[in-house]
C-alpha cells in the first residue's frame, strides 16, 4: 500500500529533466490524458518520476486542482502505517522486545497532525492542503479535496479498513477513475476493494492494532482485518490494460495511467478467484 520507489536525488532529476515542469506543462498534460472538470479522481504519484518541477509538490496538485475545479473530487491514500500492529512490520521488522513498548507509547492517530509513512512528497503536501478532509481511519486514512471530498471521507469505521463503507467503495459509487503517475498497479491502493469483495478460498484475517483517541482518551485498540497482499496486483493491471488495450500516457516525465476506478476492481475480482482457483486446482 506504500509507495515503494527507489527515492533518487534531486540532481538526478535534473540531468533527467530537459525542461522544466510548470502548473501550465502539468496542466497540459493532466488534460491531454483526459482529466476532466467535475472527475473524481484518486491519485498515487512519484514526483521524482515527473521531471523536475518549478514548485515541486505544490504545482503538481494546483494543475491537477486547476483541471478538475471545484465542481470535481480529488483523494489521495494518507496511510500512516507505522500506527500498527508491530508483530506485522515487515520494512523493517523490530525485535519482538519492543512490540509492548510501541504499543504503549505509540502516540494516538490525530486527523490533522498525523504524518503519512513513504507516501511520497505530492501526498504529504495534500495532506496539509487547504479545505481537505481527511478520514479518520488510524492506519488507512484519505484525504480528499473538491465537491464530493467531505462524503468520500467521512465515517471510515475501523474495521471498514479498504473495504465496505470505506472511502474505496465510496469512490466506486461515485465511479470515480484512478490516476497512476510514475507508478504502476503494485501501488493502486483501490485494488484492495477487489481483495476485500472477492470470495476466494482461504482468505486470511489477522490481528490489527493501532493508536487511537476513545471517548478522549489515548488506547491501542485491536480488531480483526483482512491480510490485504499487493504482490500480484502489478499483473493484475497488466492483464486489465491488455484487455481494455489501454495506453498509457504521460504527465512530464512520467508514464501515467487514467482508469475507471469500478471497472478495474470489477475485473480484479474475477482475476482474484481465477487466479485462486488455478493454485488449488494445481
Known amino acids: 500500500?506504500?509507495?515503494?520507489?527507489?527515492?533518487?536525488?534531486?540532481?538526478?532529476?535534473?540531468?533527467?529533466?530537459?525542461?522544466?515542469?510548470?502548473?501550465?506543462?502539468l496542466k497540459r498534460d493532466f488534460k491531454r490524458l483526459g482529466v476532466k472538470k467535475g472527475s473524481i479522481i484518486i491519485m498515487h504519484s512519484s514526483l521524482s518520476k515527473i521531471g523536475w518541477t518549478v514548485g515541486g509538490p505544490i504545482s503538481v496538485?494546483?494543475?491537477?486542482?486547476?483541471v478538475l475545479t471545484s465542481?470535481?473530487?480529488?483523494?489521495?491514500?494518507?496511510?500512516?502505517?507505522?500506527?500498527?500492529?508491530?508483530?506485522?512490520?515487515?520494512?523493517?521488522?523490530?525485535?519482538?522486545?519492543w512490540w509492548g513498548i510501541i504499543r504503549?507509547?505509540?502516540?494516538?492517530?490525530?486527523?490533522?497532525?498525523?504524518?503519512?509513512?513513504?507516501?511520497?512528497?505530492?501526498?504529504?503536501t495534500f495532506?496539509?492542503?487547504?479545505?481537505?478532509?481527511?478520514?479518520?481511519?488510524?492506519?488507512?486514512?484519505?484525504?480528499a479535496w473538491g465537491k464530493q471530498a467531505k462524503f468520500i471521507t467521512e465515517n471510515h469505521e475501523l474495521e471498514a479498513e479498504l473495504g465496505k463503507n470505506s472511502p474505496t467503495s465510496r469512490l466506486y459509487d461515485l465511479n470515480g477513475q484512478i490516476l497512476l503517475v510514475g507508478v504502476n498497479h503494485e501501488n493502486n491502493s483501490?485494488?484492495?476493494?477487489a481483495e476485500y469483495r472477492c470470495g476466494f478460498p482461504g482468505k486470511k484475517y489477522i490481528r490489527n492494532g493501532c493508536a487511537m483517541m476513545v471517548n478522549n482518551q489515548r488506547q491501542w485498540v485491536e480488531w480483526k482485518g483482512l491480510d490485504y497482499d499487493s504482490d500480484d496486483f502489478e499483473q493484475l493491471?497488466?492483464?486489465?490494460?491488455?484487455?481494455?488495450?489501454?495506453?498509457?500516457?504521460?504527465?512530464?516525465?512520467?508514464?501515467?495511467?487514467?482508469?475507471?476506478?469500478?471497472?478495474?476492481?470489477?475485473?480484479?475480482?474475477?482475476?482474484?478467484m481465477e487466479k485462486t482457483m488455478k493454485k488449488i486446482l494445481k
Not at 3 to 22: A, C, F, R, Y
Not at 61 to 66: E, G, M, N, S, V
Request: charged share 20%.
Open 237 to 272: 493491471g497488466k492483464n486489465f490494460e491488455s484487455k481494455i488495450n489501454y495506453k498509457p500516457g504521460n504527465i512530464g516525465l512520467a508514464e501515467a495511467r487514467l482508469i475507471s476506478l469500478r471497472d478495474i476492481v470489477s475485473f480484479g475480482v474475477d482475476w482474484l
Open 104 to 124: 504503549k507509547e505509540m502516540p494516538a492517530f490525530e486527523a490533522k497532525i498525523s504524518p503519512t509513512r513513504a507516501m511520497g512528497r505530492i501526498v504529504e
Open 61 to 66: 496538485i494546483k494543475a491537477l486542482t486547476q
Open 1 to 25: 500500500m506504500e509507495n515503494k520507489n527507489k527515492i533518487i536525488s534531486e540532481g538526478d532529476v535534473v540531468k533527467l529533466t530537459k525542461q522544466p515542469n510548470t502548473i501550465t506543462s
Open 71 to 97: 465542481e470535481g473530487t480529488l483523494v489521495m491514500p494518507t496511510f500512516t502505517s507505522g500506527n500498527s500492529e508491530p508483530s506485522q512490520w515487515e520494512n523493517p521488522p523490530v525485535p519482538k522486545s
Open 190 to 193: 483501490s485494488l484492495h476493494l
Open 127 to 143: 495532506r496539509n492542503w487547504p479545505n481537505v478532509f481527511r478520514s479518520n481511519h488510524p492506519n488507512v486514512s484519505f484525504t
